[in-house]
């Protein structure tokens, strides 16, 4: 029962690095979600996928880049590590881009950009 | 674009009491699905309830229900008989279509 599994659980990393957080699902689900959690601001939306092989922007794309080759892999890359990427980050995959369905989320990415 | 809104960033409830936590939406949209996580200590997102939009009768599950006022873009939760293991940070969220979009939350603190 691994549900979303989100690689690493916490990273630090200096200002200009890049690095890639890594998300996999084993629900067989078509919809997967990046957000980032701050302080006061809830989660927000940062890039989306319906599907393999389609992705779209969130609320907060900038500074990040998605792909969707497999239905079980989502993974994000920030490009250039900037200060204000500092957050938490979750991976969220449910059954359907639309409806009730419940959203399943990893554990948590804790980064912190130095 | 959606946009959800919890008004109270903190809330404090007595053991073995009941609360009310708020949560307003902003739509366009006629068909669409609201839902209330809780996220403990452990940082794990967890699905309290959920309401369907075209659904007039009120979801419930356990000392967990809601007061969805459709019109008024309202979407409460009430907890009873309020335990030790409900103290967590609470967020409303909203979904149509493709995306999912969280309010900034609530934080729940239980006094024994």
């Known amino acids: 029962n691994a549900g979303v599994t989100q690689t690493p659980k916490f990273q630090v990393l200096k200002t200009g690095q890049s690095m890639t957080l890594q998300c996999a699902q084993d629900?067989?689900?078509?919809?997967m979600s990046w957000y980032r959690q701050d302080p006061g601001m809830g989660l927000r939306l940062i890039h989306y996928?319906?599907?393999?092989?389609?992705?779209d922007q969130g609320e907060v794309p900038n500074g990040y880049n998605v792909s969707r080759s497999t239905t079980e892999d989502f993974p994000l890359r920030l490009l250039s590590a900037a200060p204000s990427q500092t957050s938490v980050y979750f991976c969220?995959?449910?059954?359907?881009?639309?409806?009730?369905?419940?959203?399943?989320f990893g554990q948590g990415t804790r980064l912190t950009v130095v | 674009a959606q946009t959800v809104t919890q008004s109270q960033p903190e809330m404090s409830v007595q053991e073995a009491e009941t609360v009310t936590l708020s949560c307003t939406y902003d739509?366009?949209?006629?068909?669409?699905?609201l839902f209330w996580y809780k996220q403990p200590p452990s940082r794990q997102m967890i699905l309290v309830i959920r309401?369907?939009?075209?659904?007039?009768q009120n979801a419930t599950e356990n000392r967990f229900s809601v007061n969805f006022q459709k019109a008024a873009k309202s979407f409460s939760l009430k907890i009873s008989d309020s335990q030790l293991g409900d103290a967590a940070m609470y967020f409303c969220?909203?979904?149509?279509?493709?995306?999912?979009?969280f309010g900034a939350g609530t934080r729940l603190t239980v006094k024994p």
């Open positions: 996928s319906v599907g393999a092989g389609i992705t």
């Open positions: 969220a995959s449910s059954y359907a881009s639309r409806g009730g369905t419940e959203a399943f």
């Open positions: 629900m067989n689900h078509e919809y």
């Open positions: 969220a909203y979904r149509s279509w493709d995306d999912m979009r």
């Open positions: 739509t366009s949209e006629s068909d669409y699905y």
């Open positions: 309401q369907e939009a075209y659904k007039q």
